[in-house]
């Protein structure tokens, strides 16, 4: 992954707004948490790609919605910055949510393909960077499927002993 950026370095209060848009699906929570993201960090580099986060099929059936990919259409207007649907989950996997850092590398392995033309440069767009094995598989994906060059932007981040703050 050549670089990745956060909006915010994640802390209860950032756990409280995720878990409302994901687990009390309120989506109305994207507008405001784009805003911050397009205020926050420095914007990709014009021809770059958004891509977002694929969730599982059965993640999917049970929110209704992706994250990732509600984050990256607003991020793509804020921005005017094309999204690409150039990854699918190629398993089922598992809740990430309070794995480990080596259960979570085993269960995103392999766990995503690209599907279609591979943009040059792709921008992985995600909700929340705690260990990094998702976006580093994710990554691997687009590379293997031709992807020049491969970031990352998300919401926050977890930081190991962190105070809360934005990262940008």
């Not at 059936?61 to 804020?78: C, I, V």
């Not at 393909?113 to 960077?129: E, K, Q, R, W, Y």
Request: glycine share 10%; hydrophobic share 50%.
């Amino acid at each position: 992954m050549a670089w990745t950026r956060q909006a915010l370095e994640y802390d209860p209060s950032v756990a409280r707004l995720m878990s409302a848009l994901k687990d009390s699906r309120r989506r109305g929570l994207v507008a405001p948490i784009v805003a911050l993201m397009d205020e926050v960090l420095v914007h990709p580099p014009d021809g770059a790609v958004l891509v977002p986060v694929p969730l599982t099929r059965a993640r999917l059936a049970e929110r209704g919605f992706n994250q990732a990919s509600l984050l990256a259409a607003a991020l793509g207007g804020a921005w005017a910055m094309p999204v690409s649907h150039a990854l699918v989950r190629a398993d089922d996997g598992t809740h990430q949510r309070g794995a480990s850092r080596s259960a979570r590398a085993g269960q995103v392995a392999g766990a995503f393909a690209a599907v279609g033309t591979a943009p040059h440069h792709a921008v992985i767009v995600d909700d929340v960077l705690t260990t990094g094995a998702t976006l580093t598989a994710a990554a691997r994906a687009l590379r293997v499927a031709g992807c020049a060059r491969v970031g990352a932007v998300t919401t926050a981040r977890v930081v190991a002993g962190g105070r809360g703050t934005r990262v940008g």
